[in-house]
């Protein structure tokens, strides 16, 4: 069984600061990791995608992920947080083989502070 | 280009009575569809799936049910809701020709039973 942990409820950083929002994942085989990101009473953004090669990849709106194999991690940053990205934050994980199943974590929510 | 609709975007129904939920899906051909359900603005729950016309497959059983008499659409039912029905209900997509592709949501619909 497949199953994404984000190990954060809540992530608080201030405007200009770097931010980090952490997923720690489990799969069978190499996995497909994904970003979305969710405003209020919208559905879910795709932000970016982890499939192979390059272990830090580069998404929507100034994001980037850190795939890391052996910690089974990919962490999302951006190095300088803005209000607007204020959201909430989901991690999935796809196994490469079945019916395409997505599992999601519990989200994360930054909040950026002005 | 594809795009996915749900509607409606808001509802309010007492307990007991019918639901029906409805998302199409345009631009795209045999895709696979799903619903989930966001509970408290925080983690999704994948409650079915569909690979293609009539196939349906449910994740957690309960008191809904899900159909697919199109290719591009998916519908979500119940004949009695329950209070715990309550919550936010995503319908999304994903197309079938690159398993490394992201998963596309609709707005969902705030569904509460009162």
């Known amino acids: 069984a497949q199953s994404v942990a984000q190990p954060e409820d809540q992530v608080n950083v201030a405007e200009g600061n770097p931010l980090t929002v952490k997923c720690t994942y489990s799969v069978s085989g190499n996995p497909y990791l994904f970003w979305y990101v969710q405003y209020p009473n919208r559905g879910l953004q795709f932000l970016l995608k982890y499939i192979t090669g390059d272990n830090l990849v580069k998404g929507s709106y100034g994001f980037e992920a850190e795939f890391n194999k052996s910690q089974t991690s990919f962490h999302l940053k951006k190095p300088s947080a803005l209000v607007s990205d204020s959201a909430l934050y989901f991690c999935a994980v796809r196994a490469p083989g079945g019916y395409q199943k997505v599992t999601f974590g519990t989200g994360t929510k930054l909040q950026v502070i002005p | 280009s594809q795009t996915i609709h749900q509607w409606p975007a808001t509802l309010v129904q007492p307990v007991g009575s019918p639901l029906s939920l409805e998302c199409t899906v345009e631009g795209t051909s045999n895709p696979n569809l799903y619903w989930y359900r966001q509970a408290a603005g925080r983690g999704l729950q994948l409650l079915f799936y569909s690979v293609g016309i009539g196939q349906i497959s449910s994740e957690v059983p309960q008191n809904l049910s899900a159909s697919r008499p199109q290719d591009r659409q998916f519908i979500l039912s119940s004949k009695k809701l329950l209070l715990s029905d309550s919550g936010f209900y995503l319908c999304?997509?994903?197309?079938?020709?690159?398993?490394?592709?992201?998963?596309?949501f609709g707005n969902g619909t705030r569904l509460t039973v009162t």
């Open positions: 999304a997509w994903i197309g079938t020709g690159s398993r490394s592709s992201p998963l596309h």
